[in-house]
Structures are given as C-alpha cells and as structure tokens.
Antibody, heavy 116, light 107 residues
C-alpha cells in the first residue's frame, strides 16, 4: 500500500523558512516522479512543483508563484521528498501535500501558516 | 498555462439524484484529465484518470467522459458518502492545473 506522510509544517513569520518532508513507502520511490501541491484555507488546489525520478531525467519544475523561493529535493536512499520553502509570504499559508507521479496518491498534508 | 473552468461551483442535490459536473479546458488536452474527490480535512482522492478510467475501488456510479476541451463527471445515483468537493485536473502540459472545484451539498 502506498503511504505518504508529510511533516515539518508550522507557524512561521513572513520572510522565514521551513523544510517540509514527505516519507514514502509501499512503492519504489527512486523510480517515481513526485510532486507537491498546496491548498490555501478554504481554497482550491494549486500545483507547486515536482522532482522527476533519475530515470526521467532528475529534473525539477516549479509553479510561477514559488519559483526562486521554493526548492524541491529528494533522498532516494531514504525514500523521502523535501520541500524547502523560503522567503515566505502570507499568501503561502496552506496545507502542503506531496503526491506520486500523475498525482495518483496523496499524503495527508502538513499545514504551513505564515503570520506575524 | 491551460485554464480549467469547472461548473457549477456548487450544487445541492438529494440522495439518489443524478449529478453532472463539467470541466472546460482553455485548449485541447486530449484525454489527459483526472477527477478528484475531497472531503473536509482530508487529502484529495483520485476517482478517474485519462478522462474516463475508474480507479480501483471507486464505485461504478462514478463515470467520466470527454476529450479535447470538454469533460464531464457524472454520479448516477448520489449517495450520502458522495457529499464532498470535486476537482478536475489537466496533466497534458506543465504546469498541471486544477479546476476551481464543485462543492456537492445535501439538499
């Protein structure tokens, strides 16, 4: 069974940083492209970015609102995906989900609140 | 970016009703469309991929159709557990984009 467990969210001041983690199990993580998606309170879903598997080139891509501020990385030996969120703005407040290739399977999410 | 216009944004229906939700893409996306169900406080769950392929374990009352720019999610007989918010997602080209959501409420 595919399991994705996010952690690392919390309350942070504008301009601050956090590192979110997504621990994966139940599938061959190293062969999977992985994504982050976020959802602001009471709002819809927004793709944040992805990290392709090595087989698919090991490339990353980001949504325009987060490009240059967010960094996705992965540790295939630990089956873990990361999202480093920097220069945070109040509009980055959201539940952050990790998801498998094609956004098939999702974790339960971790809440990031940006507030002074 | 491809814009996904989903309608209606909300609807009220009764148990047993037939419900139809529509997504329109701003340009052709072949059949690269999925439908998701999200209940309050939970992660989205994919119901349908490639416009019409039902995920394993999803009840057959859910169906999807369409290709190109017009897509439909149909619930043939609404059940109490189907009250939720539904989203479409295009993954034809980057960035993947979601529709705005349809909240299905009890009438």
């Amino acid at each position: 069974e595919v399991q994705l467990v996010e952690s690392g969210g919390g309350l942070v001041k504008p301009g601050g940083s956090l590192r979110l983690s997504c621990a994966a199990s139940g599938f061959t993580f190293s062969s999977a492209s992985m994504s982050w998606v976020r959802q602001a309170p009471g709002k819809g879903l927004e793709w944040v970015g992805h990290f392709n598997s090595k087989i698919d080139g090991g490339t990353t891509a980001y949504a325009a609102p987060v490009k240059g501020r967010f960094i996705i990385s992965r540790d295939d030996s630990e089956s873990t995906l990361y999202l480093e969120v920097n220069s945070l703005k109040t509009e980055d407040t959201a539940v952050y989900y990790c998801a498998t290739s094609g956004l098939t399977h999702w974790g339960q999410g971790t809440l990031v609140t940006v507030s002074s | 970016d491809i814009q996904m216009t989903q309608s209606p944004s909300s609807l009220s229906a009764s148990v047993g009703d037939r419900v139809t939700i529509t997504c329109r893409a701003s340009q052709g996306i072949r059949n690269d469309l999925g439908w998701y169900q999200q209940k309050p406080g939970k992660a989205p769950k994919r119901l349908i991929s490639t416009a019409s392929s039902l995920e394993s374990g999803v009840p057959s009352r859910f169906s999807g159709s369409g290709s190109g720019t017009e897509f439909t999610l149909t619930i043939s007989s609404l059940q109490p557990e189907d009250f939720a918010t539904y989203y479409c997602l295009q993954n034809n080209s980057y960035p993947p984009t979601f529709g705005g959501g349809t909240k299905v409420e009890i009438k």
